[in-house]
């Protein structure tokens, strides 16, 4: 979506497009991106400047590596922006100059290319979609169908959204015994539990994606012989995403309505962990942090849940999955001091690494997130290690590096899925032996 190879030939596409086409026919959900347009400028001075501009509501940062930024300007905002780096001495080149149209011509056919294969019914949906992205109610049916009929899945909703969507947590339970009869007893064993958080950003298709082909393959084909419960909530954001749907492709937020301003919470900076930092109190920001620590509907009953369950179980791993940018972050987010257990959890990053890589070639990188990406605080990750103390926490950035950024190609999500769980396989399989404390 974001490359500059690639750009090269579509701006010339979208001038004579611009001039052609008419709002008329502009997918709904990209409408709000008329007369968007994307820049960039070296990041090593322009970082500052931006951070301020991305408080204040004025444009999103969409990528966060390599040596230069780009981010989404809105029309509105265009002249402010511009006078702000001109002021500062930075340059900047214009990417993209109708993003809505540049989505519409490029990036919304690949998407969806693979739609007429999808494996969903307008009723029910047995298997999630391994080449195409689904909607809320798809994965829904995806979610009643294994709760109604595999013995190893628990579906529970945990609470509701703002507008009243489900927060569904899917708990799979460990086999108990093997295929030809012998019982295995887990009950003398320590339990191991693990927790899987996607969609917690709405634009971030990918993740959710991913998420539900985890489940699938846990319930299939991970190694029966693992004691672990694992919990996966695949859907943290249903508002959010049901909106990319509908009304806004690159919407991150939950759908708060901040009276009367621009709606939406970043859910990933309304954990109560160094709330504030790296943050927004600006409704309009994309990084707004909301009114108070778990302010948020969604937040909140995650934050419960991993709570209650932590007391009984003590997470071995918790993983927040994102895109993109194809990085491991283990925290802090919030502060460049060491979290505990800092070389376990690089340690066991460079199994996923190594495992990931093997499936398809796709590099991933491991960083620190405060010293190798950005600050900011209130995340998933800096809360489950902080107050739940997990030992291994990670924010995953799933697949690509900004070739086509959130609206990665619907063919490429079983890749991705599989390149995921075959580095979380390992990496479960390397945490398993570990013998640590935890309560009764
Ligand atoms: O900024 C985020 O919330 C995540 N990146 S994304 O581009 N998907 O929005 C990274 C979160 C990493 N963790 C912390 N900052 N604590
Ligand atoms: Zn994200």
């Known amino acids: 979506m974001w490359c500059v190879g690639h750009w090269l030939v579509v701006v010339a596409a979208v001038v004579v497009a611009t001039v052609a086409a008419l709002p008329a026919n502009i997918p709904e959900n990209l409408q709000p991106l008329i007369g968007h347009q994307v820049w960039e400028v070296s990041s090593e001075r322009g970082e500052a400047v931006l951070w301020n501009l991305v408080t204040e509501g004025h444009i999103d940062v969409l990528d966060h590596s390599g040596t230069t930024r780009k981010f989404r300007v809105a029309g509105k905002d265009a002249d402010k922006v511009a006078g702000t780096l001109r002021t500062a001495n930075l340059t900047h080149s214009v990417l993209i100059r109708d993003l809505a149209l540049f989505l519409k011509e490029e990036e919304g056919p690949v998407e969806r290319r693979a739609d007429i294969s999808r494996s969903c019914t307008t009723t ?33 909703s945990l609470g ?15 086999v108990t015994s093997k295929r030809v009869g012998a019982r295995i007893a887990f009950s003398h064993m320590r339990k191991r539990a693990i927790w899987i958080e996607g969609g917690i950003h709405a634009r971030e298709r990918i993740s959710p994606a991913v998420t539900l082909l985890l489940i699938d393959h846990f319930l299939n084909d991970f190694p029966q ?22 009304n806004d492709r690159l919407w991150r937020k939950n759908r708060r309505n901040n009276a009367g301003s621009c709606e939406g919470v970043d859910l990933n900076r309304n954990w109560d962990a160094h709330w504030g930092v790296g943050a927004s109190t600006q409704t309009c920001s994309e990084v707004y942090r909301g009114p108070s620590p778990f302010s948020e509907p969604e937040t909140k009953v995650l934050s419960e849940e991993m709570t209650r369950l932590n ?36 340690k ?30 209130g995340a998933t990750d800096d809360w489950a290690k902080e107050k739940l103390g997990t030992r291994y926490v990670y924010t995953l950035e799933l697949r690509d590096k900004g070739r086509y950024g959130f609206t990665l190609p619907a063919n490429q999500i079983l890749s991705t ?20 404390a935890r309560p009764n």
């Not at 960083?367 to 950005?374: E, R, W």
């Not at 769980?421 to 013998?435: R, V």
Request: glycine share 6%.
């Open 311 to 346: 007391n009984q179980l003590n997470f071995d791993l918790v993983l927040s999955i994102h895109n993109y940018g194809q990085v491991l972050l283990y925290p802090y987010g919030w502060t460049t001091n060491p979290a505990p257990h800092t070389e376990d959890m690089k």
């Open 417 to 436: 899925a599989t390149e995921v769980w075959q580095g979380l396989d390992m990496m479960i399989n390397a945490i398993a032996p570990e013998k640590t």
């Open 225 to 246: 012989d693992k004691p672990f419960d694992i919990y996966i909530v695949p859907m943290a954001n249903p508002d959010g995403y049901v909106y990319t749907w509908t």
């Open 348 to 377: 066991k990053g460079n199994v996923f690494l190594k495992a990931a890589k093997a499936h398809a070639g796709t590099v991933y990188t491991m960083v620190n997130t405060a010293g190798g990406f950005y600050y900011a605080a």
């Open 124 to 156: 029910s949906c047995p298997v999630p979609s391994k080449d195409a992205y689904m909607t809320f109610k798809e994965i829904e049916y995806y979610l009643k169908h294994i709760g109604n009929n595999n013995p190893r899945v628990e579906l529970r």
């Open 160 to 174: 509701k959204s703002h507008e009243g969507r489900d927060i569904w947590l899917v708990h799979i339970k460990p």
